[in-house]
């Protein structure tokens, strides 16, 4: 373990207390000066750590690079990178491959000021509520790209179930469901060489709602919109933020790199929140129809029953549910 991963121990098990810089450097057994360094770092990292004559205090517990490092597994040396606020995860990490950003790079946000979802609709991504982050995939082939949204779904409701215990499941195409609200939403998208007909990489965006934010959602989307915590419920899991963005990371690049189909589909079938219920189909040309999902077919297209009993299997679109 590393001296500023010991600092962080020793920081976060006084919460809230000020720790003198001898107390630290004899319990991490380095120099004062060391413990100096190692804050700097930690600060540097986005931890939250009040620095007076009195000692060190953790002030914020909450997203952070080292947060999210202690849950991935040791020989990961993924690059973390954890920021106050952006426009977009999925902007910033294009712009981070761009300049050479390595494969499976992470970056994660407390917020997002232009959170973006599919067709360019807007994410709420408030701060102190809510966790967004995009990890970058490069050297991938075209048959994994088509599965890159199924797989982030798969991973983001593995994730979910095992920091939250909560059940997730998946509503087609690209969003995670809790209690019937939406706690999570998926974009991804890809960058192609049209020169030699490659996929150059891929960015896989999820924003998760980790708890309610302050004075509830937003009146638009207050009837759709979950979170893995739930006040009424109140239900709380220490260290959520940095838990579930770690859980969520393995699990998608383990699911990536150990593609297996039939088990991907199995994955994200027996999470299908949409069975049997009564939607409205929206494709492509802004044409809608009611139907009802029978299910979701071994290549992750939709099917369902129009009313006038024809049956079809959808690969693009968008549904929403009738109440």
């Given at each position: 373990?590393?001296?500023k991963e010991?600092?962080?121990?020793?920081?976060e098990k006084?919460?809230?207390?000020?720790?003198?810089?001898?107390?630290?450097?004899?319990?991490?057994?380095?120099?004062?000066?060391?413990?100096?360094?190692?804050?700097?770092?930690?600060?540097?990292?986005?931890?939250?750590?009040?620095?007076?004559?009195?000692?060190?205090?953790?002030?914020?517990?909450?997203?952070?690079?080292?947060?999210?490092?202690?849950?991935?597994?040791?020989?990961?040396?993924?690059?973390?990178?954890?920021?106050?606020?952006?426009?977009?995860?999925?902007?910033?990490?294009?712009?981070?491959?761009?300049?050479?950003?390595?494969?499976?790079?992470l970056v994660?946000?407390?917020?997002?000021?232009?959170?973006?979802?599919?067709?360019?609709?807007?994410?709420?991504?408030?701060?102190?509520?809510?966790?967004?982050?995009?990890?970058?995939?490069?050297?991938?082939?075209?048959?994994?790209?088509?599965?890159?949204?199924?797989?982030?779904?798969?991973?983001?409701?593995?994730?979910?179930?095992?920091?939250?215990?909560?059940?997730?499941?998946?509503?087609?195409?690209?969003?995670?469901?809790?209690?019937?609200?939406?706690?999570?939403?998926?974009?991804?998208?890809?960058?192609?060489?049209?020169?030699?007909?490659?996929?150059?990489?891929?960015?896989?965006?999820?924003?998760?709602?980790?708890?309610?934010?302050?004075?509830?959602?937003?009146?638009?989307?207050?009837?759709?919109?979950?979170?893995?915590?739930?006040?009424?419920?109140?239900?709380?899991?220490?260290?959520?933020?940095?838990?579930?963005?770690?859980?969520?990371?393995?699990?998608?690049?383990?699911?990536?790199?150990?593609?297996?189909?039939?088990?991907?589909?199995?994955?994200?079938?027996?999470?299908?929140?949409?069975?049997?219920?009564?939607?409205?189909?929206?494709?492509?040309?802004?044409?809608?129809?009611?139907?009802?999902?029978?299910?979701?077919?071994?290549?992750?297209?939709?099917?369902?029953?129009?009313?006038?009993?024809?049956?079809?299997?959808?690969?693009?679109?968008?549904?929403?549910?009738?109440?």
């Amino acid at each position: 373990m590393k001296v500023k991963e010991i600092i962080l121990e020793k920081l976060e098990k006084r919460f809230g207390e000020y720790v003198s810089g001898a107390d630290l450097a004899h319990e991490a057994g380095v120099s004062r000066n060391a413990v100096w360094k190692a804050v700097n770092a930690l600060v540097s990292g986005g931890v939250k750590i009040e620095r007076t004559h009195h000692g060190y205090r953790l002030v914020e517990e909450g997203l952070s690079e080292y947060g999210i490092k202690r849950y991935l597994p040791p020989d990961d040396n993924v690059c973390v990178e954890v920021l106050e606020e952006v426009d977009s995860t999925n902007t910033y990490m294009k712009e981070r491959a761009a300049d050479g950003a390595e494969d499976f790079s992470l970056v994660a946000s407390r917020s997002q000021s232009a959170g973006r979802g599919r067709k360019n609709a807007s994410f709420y991504s408030p701060k102190n509520s809510g966790v967004y982050f995009t990890v970058l995939i490069r050297n991938i082939d075209f048959t994994r790209a088509r599965y890159l949204t199924a797989m982030a779904a798969v991973a983001s409701a593995e994730g979910i179930e095992e920091v939250f215990g909560s059940k997730a499941e998946i509503k087609w195409v690209n969003d995670i469901y809790i209690d019937g609200k939406k706690c999570v939403g998926i974009l991804t998208e890809s960058v192609t060489n049209m020169e030699l007909n490659e996929i150059d990489y891929a960015v896989v965006g999820i924003g998760i709602n980790v708890m309610e934010p302050e004075g509830g959602f937003p009146e638009e989307i207050k009837n759709i919109a979950g979170a893995c915590m739930s006040k009424a419920g109140g239900k709380t899991v220490e260290d959520a933020f940095n838990r579930v963005v770690a859980s969520v990371y393995v699990s998608l690049k383990k699911i990536y790199t150990h593609f297996d189909k039939k088990r991907l589909n199995g994955e994200y079938v027996r999470r299908s929140y949409l069975d049997g219920k009564r939607v409205t189909v929206l494709t492509s040309d802004d044409e809608e129809y009611p139907a009802t999902v029978k299910g979701i077919d071994e290549d992750f297209r939709l099917e369902v029953v129009t009313n006038d009993g024809v049956e079809k299997r959808l690969q693009f679109g968008e549904v929403k549910l009738r109440l």
